[in-house]
């Protein structure tokens, strides 16, 4: 039997968790989501957590890594970077490969604020960046019923999978 080596479709699972600290804009899908206590997500780019997680779902579908790879946090040229922007490297890397979006699926484990009102515009800069429909892009968000750091409201995490199909 020969070794399977080139499938039409492959799946990738990311995962990212940021700390919410005082004075800082919380970015969630490109948007600014205005926490109620003014609390937003601390890291060294914009630490957007959903776009962090799908960046780390594409990659890891064709074996590439992690986001930490490409765009290392000990590198200042990332500081304070906007994560769309890197998506948009990532999303070349894919291409470049002969690969494309057959659609993605994300989860926010979020506390506060409510996500809802803001998921259309976050399908809408996810859908531009990554010139795919928003049908094809699946955002929900649960509260972690008070539990672990979600719950405690010390960070925001995201799950994230993806599924590319060879072009
Ligand atoms: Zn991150």
Redesign the pocket.
């Given at each position: 039997m020969t070794r399977r080596s080139s499938p039409q479709f492959r799946i990738g699972n990311g995962y990212?968790i940021?700390r919410l600290v005082k004075d800082r804009d919380l970015i969630i899908g490109g948007v600014n989501l205005h926490h109620p206590d003014n609390l937003g997500l601390d890291?060294h780019?914009d630490?957007?957590?959903l776009i962090?997680s799908i960046m780390d779902a594409l990659l890891g579908a064709l074996s590439l890594g992690d986001?930490g790879k490409y765009f290392p946090p000990t590198d200042e040229k990332w500081r304070g970077a906007d994560s769309l922007f890197l998506l948009s490297k990532v999303i070349e890397l894919i291409r470049k490969d002969g690969w494309e979006i057959n659609n993605i699926d994300s989860v926010l484990v979020v506390e506060k604020p409510k996500i809802m009102p803001y998921v259309k515009s976050m399908k809408k800069n996810i859908s531009e960046i990554l010139n795919i429909d928003q049908n094809l892009i699946g955002i929900k968000a649960t509260t972690n019923e008070k539990l672990g750091p979600e719950g405690r409201e010390e960070g925001i995490s995201c799950h994230s999978v993806v599924l590319l199909e060879k072009k």
């Open positions: 990212d940021h890291g780019s630490a957007d957590v962090h986001i």
